[in-house]
């Protein structure tokens, strides 16, 4: 079965949506501000031009991986090792697009590039609490749009902030204002663990994430994402299938 495109055109009720998504990503902004100003200050303090800072923000968009990119071109490493390295850190936008896949899958070609170029992990967050409460395929884009514009312009400014004014306070990263996206993805993950199947998800990652934190360009990071998503799957699929594992178990002894 097909389902019809959503139109773009606009109304009151997509209007509505499109506020109330950007109003429930306000928390996220706030986390993300500090982040914005301490890309913005190094990218000052650092061997590229200012546009290009700006630039990268209006394009990549991905805090973390510009983060890496950034020090990986301080550090004059090869463009073959930054392609790399942040293509791995951002795989997980891979994950976070197999979960909404369902909920936009009747969404036109225009609306599901514009709602993936918007995609963050804060954009992740907001958006599936609110569709994972809705049948796949009833919601239209304007919530998304709402929240992830809102992100992006935010994003927008606070590394023009940094630009601008970080040069002005040359010790602003080692003030500790990261913090504040650490409790960001804090703030992201809890609500999330309301099964079993996702507290060991979740353990499991954060404890591989931390022993493997040594291996090169963050392959420790994408394989402790693996290791969780299996748990995670396998948790699942024994939930949905009780008698299957139980069979599985005697058959075994």
């Known amino acids: 079965m097909t389902h019809p495109t959503t139109s773009l055109s606009s109304?009151?009720?997509?209007?509505?949506?499109?506020?109330?998504?950007?109003?429930?990503?306000?928390?996220?902004?706030?986390?993300?501000?500090?982040?914005?100003?301490?890309?913005?200050?190094?990218?000052?303090?650092?061997?590229?031009?200012?546009?290009?800072?700006?630039?990268?923000?209006?394009?990549?968009?991905?805090?973390?991986?510009?983060?890496?990119?950034?020090?990986?071109?301080?550090?004059?490493?090869?463009?073959a090792v930054i392609w790399a390295t942040t293509l791995v850190v951002n795989l997980r936008h891979v994950l976070y697009s197999a979960t909404l896949a369902p909920h936009v899958a009747h969404l036109s070609a225009r609306w599901r590039w514009a709602l993936g170029a918007l995609l963050t992990d804060e954009v992740f967050a907001v958006a599936w609490e609110h569709y994972r409460h809705r049948e796949p395929g009833t919601v239209g884009p304007h919530y998304f749009f709402g929240a992830g514009l809102a992100m992006y312009l935010n994003w927008q400014i606070w590394t023009i902030a940094g630009l601008l004014f970080g040069a002005a306070f040359p010790g602003l990263q080692s003030l500790g204002l990261d913090f504040a996206m650490v409790a960001t993805?804090?703030?992201?993950?809890?609500?999330?663990?309301?099964?079993?199947?996702?507290?060991?998800?979740?353990?499991?990652?954060?404890?591989?994430?931390?022993?493997?934190?040594?291996?090169?360009?963050?392959?420790?990071?994408?394989?402790?994402?693996?290791?969780?998503?299996?748990?995670?799957?396998?948790?699942?699929?024994?939930?949905?299938?009780?008698?299957?594992?139980?069979?599985?178990?005697?058959?075994?002894?």
Not at 68 to 75: D, K, P, R, Y
Not at 195 to 219: E, S, V
């Open 11 to 79: 109304g009151p009720g997509h209007l509505k949506e499109f506020i109330a998504g950007a109003r429930d990503i306000i928390p996220m902004m706030v986390g993300a501000a500090p982040f914005g100003v301490i890309f913005g200050t190094l990218v000052a303090s650092g061997p590229l031009h200012l546009w290009h800072g700006q630039l990268m923000s209006l394009v990549v968009f991905a805090g973390s991986a510009q983060f890496i990119a950034l020090g990986l071109i301080a550090g004059h490493a090869s463009f």
């Open 185 to 253: 993805f804090i703030a992201i993950v809890v609500p999330q663990l309301v099964a079993l199947r996702y507290i060991a998800a979740a353990a499991t990652a954060g404890t591989l994430a931390f022993f493997w934190q040594a291996w090169p360009y963050k392959l420790g990071l994408l394989g402790a994402v693996f290791a969780g998503v299996a748990i995670g799957v396998l948790l699942s699929n024994s939930r949905s299938n009780p008698r299957g594992a139980r069979k599985t178990a005697e058959a075994s002894q």
